[in-house]
């Protein structure tokens, strides 16, 4: 069972659109990460959030944590080809276990 | 900094065979390394968690006897998939968790493409 649904499995834009990805949990995390992860490799880290309606801005992406702390959001502005890839939230257990979230491939294309 | 490696990159074995994989950090110490499973186009499901020195945990549905975790030292953990099977095939990554620091970040392995024919 997928505790951490994300939205939409999968989007495909045209290079400087925006767009957001969305995560949704039923329970409550300490914390909660976004990484991305290319073909073939390990997830890299984007971002962690912690505090319950935090933001926090990477660049052209901004993260969101959602006040209750079960939910949170992505958005990035002017899309890149380079931004393609499989973007994963994660909530972070008090155990300091990942619970990953079922993934959003995205495909930008120039 | 936090640099986690991974050996092999990709294996291929026949069915019935065991394949071991290596789990390195390569400049800091791990007390916990975190295994996963990706299959195609889904996300990482955390297998086990492995504490040095100690037994591992497994997660509900893993089979403890089938995928086998040493956690012997603070910078190695090894996973050995016995007896595989082509449903065993998929991507395994591993990730580290530094001892030093107070936070939960784990670092990820690049992963290891394991292909059983």
């Known amino acids: 069972t997928q505790l951490l649904e994300q939205s939409p499995q999968f989007l495909s834009i045209q290079e400087g659109e925006n767009l957001t990805v969305y995560c949704n949990s039923s329970s409550v995390f300490s914390s909660l990460q976004w990484y991305r992860q290319e073909p073939g490799e390990g997830p890299v880290l984007l971002v962690t959030v912690v505090t319950g309606g935090e933001v926090k801005k990477l660049k052209r992406l901004t993260f969101q944590f959602g006040d209750a702390r079960k939910d949170s959001s992505l958005h990035i502005t002017a899309a890149q080809p380079g931004d393609t890839g499989l973007y994963l939230c994660?909530?972070?257990?008090?155990?300091?276990?990942?619970?990953f979230g079922s993934g959003t491939q995205l495909t930008v294309l120039p | 900094g936090a640099v986690v490696s991974q050996h092999p990159s990709w294996v291929i074995c026949k069915s019935g065979t065991s394949v071991k994989i290596e789990c390195r950090s390569l400049?800091?110490?791990?007390?916990?390394m975190f295994w996963y499973r990706q299959f195609p186009k889904q996300s990482l499901m955390l297998m086990a968690t492995s504490n040095e020195g100690s037994k591992a945990t497994y997660e509900q549905g893993v089979e403890k006897d089938k995928f086998l975790i040493n956690h012997a030292s603070l910078t190695l953990s090894t996973l050995t998939v016995t007896s595989a099977h082509p449903e065993d095939s998929s991507f395994y990554i591993c990730?580290?968790?530094?001892?030093?620091?107070?936070?939960?970040?784990?670092?990820f392995g690049p992963g290891t493409r394991l292909t059983v024919t």
């Open positions: 400049d800091f110490q791990a007390t916990t």
């Open positions: 990730s580290a968790r530094d001892r030093r620091e107070g936070s939960y970040e784990q670092y």
């Open positions: 994660a909530g972070v257990r008090l155990s300091g276990q990942l619970t």
